[in-house]
């Protein structure tokens, strides 16, 4: 059974970077041809879907209005996905998830770290 | 891309049905059959209810329905339980080759 774990600074300063790493076990991020994406949501408020990126790590698809600041790879050695947001502010501040995505399906999740942005 | 559209907030009382409905455009809901339902309680993870518009996962219970027609997707519960107090969120794959999701619907229990 697949599960994935979130980690990464729980506090960022504005206009610095956001970096998360999702650590994939139970299965290998090169098999199944799954994909893998990260989906945040700010606090209160709803879900936001970021991107997804190939497992293969060769193609990535982001959210139009994230696109410009966000970066999704994958380190197939470490069995892991990674993010980044740069140039952050306090409307980046959420939990952020991470899930595996097969057939239009978000599924499993992780538990969800939150990051907040604040000097 | 925006949001998808939902109505903030939907109630009923205990073994009634309910009905969340998710509006989109014909990019997204009315393209695709890739429309899926979350449920999440407060500071909680989501859990997938309804997959590919109608299809529910092992262990979800038989109350959890889905439809679509046209650019609106609708979940609806039946027999509502008080368990079922939560929010709801729809997304849908677009043809852009992305997701959006719902704005989410508060679901109270009477």
């Known amino acids: 059974q697949v599960q994935l774990q979130e980690s990464g600074p729980g506090l960022v300063k504005p206009s610095q970077t956001l970096s998360l790493t999702c650590a994939v076990s139970?299965?290998?991020?090169?098999?199944?041809?799954?994909?893998w994406s990260w989906i945040r949501q700010p606090p209160g408020k709803g879900l936001e879907w970021i991107g997804y990126i190939y497992h293969s790590g060769g193609s990535a698809y982001y959210n139009p209005s994230l696109r410009s600041r966000v970066t999704l790879s994958v380190d197939r050695s470490k069995n892991q996905i990674s993010l980044s947001v740069n140039s952050v502010t306090a409307a980046d501040t959420a939990v952020y998830y991470c899930t595996r995505l097969s057939n239009g399906v978000f599924d499993p999740w992780g538990q969800g770290t939150l990051v907040t942005v604040s000097s | 891309q925006s949001a998808l559209t939902q109505p903030a907030s939907v109630s009923g009382s205990p073994g009634q049905s309910i009905t969340i409905s998710c509006t989109g455009t014909s990019s997204d809901v009315g393209g695709y059959d890739y429309v899926s339902w979350f449920q999440q309680y407060p500071g909680k993870v989501p859990k997938l209810v309804i997959f590919?518009?109608?299809n529910r996962p092992s262990g979800v219970s038989y109350r959890f329905s889905g439809s679509k027609s046209g650019n609106t997707a609708s979940l609806t519960i039946s027999g509502l339980q008080t368990e079922d107090e939560a929010d709801y969120y729809c997304y849908s794959y677009t043809s852009s080759s992305t997701y959006v999701f719902g704005s989410g619907t508060k679901v109270t229990v009477l």
């Open positions: 139970g299965d290998s991020i090169s098999s199944g041809g799954y994909s």
């Open positions: 590919d518009v109608n």
